[in-house]
Antibody, heavy 119, light 110 residues
């Protein structure tokens, strides 16, 4: 049974920082590219960031470029998202997802972790 | 990159078919056969229903099918069942290591 479990969400003031974690089990984490996708309350999905299976390539949505950093620790089956200079518009549920192939379809999702940016 | 355009709502009676559209441009939907569709029930994570325009992951009923023509992709749900009531999102690879989603369609089973 594949498990994808995010943590680290919470309430943070504008301009603050937060680090999200995602622990994966029951598939060979080190073989797969991973992504973060977010969903603002009552809104649609937005792709946030990608990291190659070996960490060699990282890509970001324009809305978070320069502020967010994706990373991974394959020895710990863990994906991270370091979020700096947070803004109110970053308020969302953040999902950790696994891509199943070309074109980035996401076949496994965590339950999400809520980040609220508010003073 | 602009979001893909989906109708905000769609509906059908049990047993009927309904089609949800997803319109993009030649730089995303029209440029790649990498359209995916997700189903999301309230409070739950999205679930992959269709990938690469028309492929179904293992376990997804064959009542769900996908297609594409030009810059518009479509998801058809045949033989509607009450449990199909959910939000549906399309996504497309958009080149330059970028992915765009549609705004979502709320499907109501009458």
């Amino acid at each position: 049974q594949v498990q994808v479990v995010e943590s680290g969400g919470g309430v943070v003031q504008p301009g603050g920082s937060l680090r999200l974690s995602c622990v994966v089990s029951a598939f060979t984490f080190s073989r797969f590219d991973m992504h973060w996708v977010r969903q603002a309350p009552g809104k649609g999905l937005e792709w946030v960031a990608f990291i190659r299976y070996d960490g060699s390539n990282k890509y970001y949505a324009d809305s978070v470029k320069g502020r967010f950093t994706i990373s991974r620790d394959n020895s710990e089956n863990t994906l991270y998202l370091q979020m700096n200079s947070l803004r109110a518009e970053d308020t969302a549920v953040y999902y950790c997802t696994k891509a199943v192939g070309s074109g980035w379809p996401f076949d496994y999702w965590g339950q999400g972790t809520l980040v609220t940016v508010s003073s | 990159q602009s979001a893909l355009t989906q109708p905000p709502s769609a509906s059908g009676s049990p047993g009927q078919s309904v089609t949800i559209s997803c319109t993009g441009t030649s730089t995303d939907v029209g440029g790649y056969n990498y359209v995916s569709w997700y189903q999301q029930h309230p409070g739950k994570a999205p679930k992959l229903m269709i990938y690469e325009v028309s492929k179904r992951p293992s376990g997804v009923p064959d009542r769900f099918s996908g297609s594409k023509s030009g810059n518009t992709a479509s998801l058809t749900v045949s033989g509607l069942q009450p449990e199909d009531e959910a939000d549906y999102y399309c996504s497309s690879y958009a080149g330059s290591n970028n992915l765009v989603f549609g705004g979502g369609t709320k499907l109501t089973v009458l």
